[in-house]
């Protein structure tokens, strides 16, 4: 099976895309995940092309396909609250200026939460995401929408298969628009991962497999149905290393990107590192490994 791995790293105003491109490297990575900027504002550098020409060298060198690159798109964008137009026309503005980037940066693919229905039902909500994504995907052209599924927090819309479909029924041009799935959301929503094959029997009836564009790959601090959405490094959770491993290597999900968002270990303190050259190796040696303690003690 061809193991597409990598995880989310940085995109800084000094090095932009070649940055990313070498911190995806020293993680054994074949693929990557990043923001092209803030991930809670709008502000925005303007894209050094010539660092972009030295990342895609560097990439085709290691063979890292642009295809499999995803962008996310931040967080502020919440296409299921339409109760101030002047910031809904700001947030879709902004949205189709950042498609563009990433077109511009040479990629094809950007993850949306979907939203929060704010003072309004989930049905109004799903039917402004529907609004909102036709309105953007008319001004832009090329890029792929990645829904992403979600783990029910307060209000938030696209916790379950159905509602996903509902967007994407509404989506005028289903050839730019996708999903993204992530196991801590899914197991926060209350989906089984050991029971992976029935979930994709059901999308697959509902959606289509061929619309799962991106995975993300996160073990969870939390049970099954706790609708909080905390991940975990991969291993240490209550998912386990053992069913997302089954995840990870489902022949059915062969060629989609998995992409690692767990925590660093030991946040904001003196021991503080990046877990992702670690947690790609058990991946890929299918075995875990306990290596925070060895991280630590080396």
Same mark, same amino acid.
Request: proline share 2%.
């Given at each position: +099976?061809?193991?597409?791995?990598?995880?989310?790293?940085? $995109? @800084?105003?000094?090095?932009?895309?070649?940055?990313? !491109?070498?911190?995806?490297?020293?993680?054994?990575?074949?693929?990557? +995940?990043?923001?092209?900027?803030?991930?809670?504002?709008?502000?925005?550098?303007?894209?050094?092309?010539?660092?972009?020409?030295?990342?895609?060298?560097?990439?085709?060198?290691? #063979?890292?396909?642009?295809? #499999?690159?995803?962008?996310?798109?931040?967080?502020?964008?919440?296409?299921?609250?339409?109760?101030?137009?002047?910031?809904?026309? $700001?947030?879709?503005?902004?949205?189709?200026?950042?498609?563009?980037?990433?077109?511009?940066?040479?990629?094809?693919?950007?993850?949306?939460?979907?939203?929060?229905? !704010?003072?309004?039902?989930?049905?109004?909500?799903?039917? @402004?995401?529907?609004?909102?994504?036709?309105?953007?995907?008319?001004?832009?052209?090329?890029?792929?929408?990645?829904?992403?599924?979600?783990?029910?927090?307060?209000?938030? !819309?696209?916790?379950?298969?159905?509602?996903?479909?509902?967007?994407?029924?509404?989506?005028?041009?289903?050839?730019?628009?996708?999903?993204?799935?992530?196991?801590?959301? +899914?197991?926060?929503?209350?989906?089984?991962?050991?029971?992976?094959?029935?979930?994709?029997?059901?999308?697959?009836?509902?959606?289509?497999?061929?619309?799962?564009?991106?995975?993300?790959?996160?073990?969870?601090?939390?049970?099954?149905?706790?609708?909080?959405?905390?991940?975990?490094?991969?291993?240490?959770?209550?998912?386990? $290393?053992?069913?997302? *491993?089954?995840?990870?290597?489902?022949?059915?999900?062969?060629?989609?990107?998995?992409?690692?968002?767990?925590?660093?270990?030991?946040?904001?303190?003196?021991?503080? $590192?990046?877990?992702?050259?670690?947690?790609?190796? @058990? *991946?890929?040696?299918?075995?875990?490994?306990?290596?925070?303690?060895?991280?630590?003690?080396?």
């Amino acid at each position: +099976m061809n193991l597409i791995i990598g995880s989310h790293v940085s $995109f @800084n105003n000094k090095e932009q895309l070649l940055g990313s !491109v070498k911190e995806a490297l020293s993680y054994n990575a074949n693929t990557f +995940m990043f923001y092209t900027g803030s991930t809670q504002s709008t502000q925005r550098s303007q894209i050094n092309d010539s660092l972009t020409y030295e990342a895609f060298k560097l990439m085709v060198d290691n #063979n890292i396909i642009s295809d #499999n690159v995803i962008v996310h798109a931040p967080y502020i964008i919440n296409l299921a609250n339409r109760q101030d137009e002047s910031k809904v026309k $700001f947030y879709i503005d902004f949205f189709v200026d950042e498609l563009n980037r990433v077109k511009s940066l040479g990629f094809n693919k950007i993850v949306l939460h979907p939203g929060s229905a !704010v003072n309004c039902t989930k049905q109004e909500g799903i039917n @402004n995401i529907i609004l909102g994504l036709n309105e953007v995907i008319s001004k832009s052209s090329d890029v792929i929408i990645l829904i992403e599924y979600m783990a029910g927090k307060g209000n938030e !819309v696209g916790s379950c298969i159905d509602e996903l479909k509902l967007i994407i029924d509404g989506v005028i041009d289903k050839n730019r628009i996708g999903v993204c799935l992530d196991t801590c959301h +899914m197991n926060d929503s209350g989906i089984d991962i050991n029971e992976i094959d029935a979930f994709l029997d059901e999308f697959d009836s509902k959606i289509g497999l061929d619309k799962i564009k991106c995975f993300h790959i996160n073990d969870s601090l939390n049970d099954k149905g706790a609708h909080k959405d905390r991940h975990a490094n991969i291993g240490y959770g209550t998912i386990g $290393f053992d069913t997302l *491993i089954n995840v990870i290597y489902n022949k059915r999900l062969e060629n989609v990107p998995f992409i690692l968002e767990t925590p660093y270990v030991n946040r904001n303190s003196k021991d503080e $590192f990046a877990p992702y050259k670690y947690e790609i190796e @058990n *991946i890929r040696n299918k075995k875990f490994k306990d290596f925070k303690n060895e991280v630590l003690n080396e």
